[in-house]
């Protein structure tokens, strides 16, 4: 079950929980969004629809919105599916800090993600993340991925714009 944790001004720490507000801020506030759910493929619909409020509520523009929603459907699709039963309970935070946003999805499985695994003309997957990192790219942002002590961070920033 999606398990929406917060959505407010946000203090510094990463994992922090405050509570929702119920206007939109300036853009210039720090921002934070985050779902603990299930590890199973239906709860990623869920988690996107409520990031996309989030970020619409935050007055993120509507082409970095659908990047960004894109981008978080691969990679908390990822986790579901390749992390296992080591996934737990995948969190995706996203933070807006003036004109940066951070998604970060968070998962039990040490394993760091690779990226341009060779996958077959043929094959139906492997090139989720070849297309973050394009998407990312093109955004002018970074992705990065590091192990947490309960398992991985995957990371990505973009601009805001």
């Known amino acids: 079950m999606l398990s929406p944790v917060s959505s407010a001004v946000a203090p510094p720490p990463l994992l922090s929980c405050v509570t929702p507000a119920s206007a939109a801020l300036p853009p210039r506030r720090r921002r934070l969004a985050r779902w603990v759910t299930e590890a199973v493929a239906a709860e ?18 509507s082409g970095c ?5 894109l981008i978080g459907t691969e990679l908390l699709s990822n986790a579901v599916r390749h992390a296992g039963g080591a996934a737990g309970r995948p969190c995706v935070t996203v933070t807006r800090d003036g004109g940066l946003l951070q998604l970060d999805v968070a998962d039990g499985d040490r394993r ?41 961070v995957v990371r990505v920033r973009i601009p805001a714009t």
């Open 44 to 61: 990623v619909p869920g988690v996107r629809a409520s990031m996309r409020r989030s970020l619409e509520e935050w007055g993120v523009p």
């Open 112 to 152: 760091l993600p690779c990226v341009g695994l060779d996958a077959g003309a043929e094959a139906e997957g492997g090139r989720g993340l070849l297309i973050v990192r394009v998407l990312v790219s093109r955004a002018g942002g970074e992705l990065s991925a590091f192990p947490v002590a309960s398992g991985k």
């Open 65 to 69: 919105v659908e990047d960004l929603l």
